[in-house]
């Protein structure tokens, strides 16, 4: 826990920056100007998981993929760093060229 408090603790001076753009920001408006394949992922832990499909949405010709890691990327292992390294690959193998 002491980890995690300190962790907290060093965003104070500019955590309210990220959560004042997060307000401000309308993903409506600028999401849909993005011209880029582009393929929207995080772990089905994350806060942002429900809004996934809705996000990946709003950009033209985008997907939704889950983390294949269900304890995402700080707490992965080997094999889910590789699982999600095949994810990617796999994906941009797929774009055309």
Avoid at 19 to 34: H, N, S, T
Avoid at 37 to 66: H, K, Q, W
């Amino acid at each position: 826990m002491h980890d995690s408090a300190i962790e907290v603790f060093k965003g104070i001076p500019t955590g309210h920056i990220a959560y004042r753009a997060a307000i401000y920001y309308r993903p409506q408006d600028r999401l849909p100007k993005i011209t880029r394949p582009a393929m929207c992922t995080c772990g089905d832990r994350d806060g942002s998981f429900v809004d996934l499909d809705y996000s990946a949405s709003l950009i033209p010709g985008a997907i939704a993929r889950p983390h294949p890691e269900p304890d995402r990327v700080e707490h992965s292992n080997d094999s889910g760093l590789a699982a999600l390294a095949a994810m990617i690959a796999a994906w941009l193998d797929g774009l055309p060229r």
